[in-house]
């Protein structure tokens, strides 16, 4: 299983962006997909997921109501729309797979992962 990661950089405080994860050598729609963030200094940070099956969704305290997880099987693609971001926000965004419907936010649940992404927020 493959995962690219993609949309990153740097925005101000305020700001959005949509970060992608494009899936492939798995059956999307079997595969549950969560993203994950790490900070300097800071352990890996389960965010959100969402289940391979309905489409169920979960989100950590800390992005509720700011970040919303969706994905397109006719593109094998996860999204995650961040807005009102702010500098805690900045991190390394990474996309994971498992197989499965059960939804996971511990970064041990997952065995596939992406390379990545830099997201820089600017106060």
């Known amino acids: 299983v493959q995962l690219v990661e993609s949309g990153g950089g740097l925005v101000h405080a305020g700001g959005s962006l949509r970060l992608s994860c494009k899936v492939s050598?798995?059956?999307?729609?079997?595969?549950?997909i969560g993203w994950f963030r790490q900070a300097p200094g800071k352990e890996r940070e389960g965010i959100s997921c969402i289940s391979a099956s309905d489409g169920a969704t979960v989100y950590a305290e800390s992005v509720k109501g700011r970040f919303t997880i969706s994905r397109d099987s006719a593109k094998n693609t996860v999204y995650l729309q961040m807005n009102s971001l702010k500098p805690e926000d900045t991190a390394v965004y990474y996309c994971?797979?498992?197989?499965?419907?059960?939804?996971?936010?511990?970064?041990?649940?997952?065995?596939?992962w992406g390379q990545g992404t830099q997201v820089t927020v600017s106060s």
């Open positions: 050598g798995s059956k999307f729609d079997d595969t549950t």
């Open positions: 994971a797979a498992r197989a499965g419907v059960v939804l996971l936010t511990t970064a041990s649940g997952y065995p596939y």
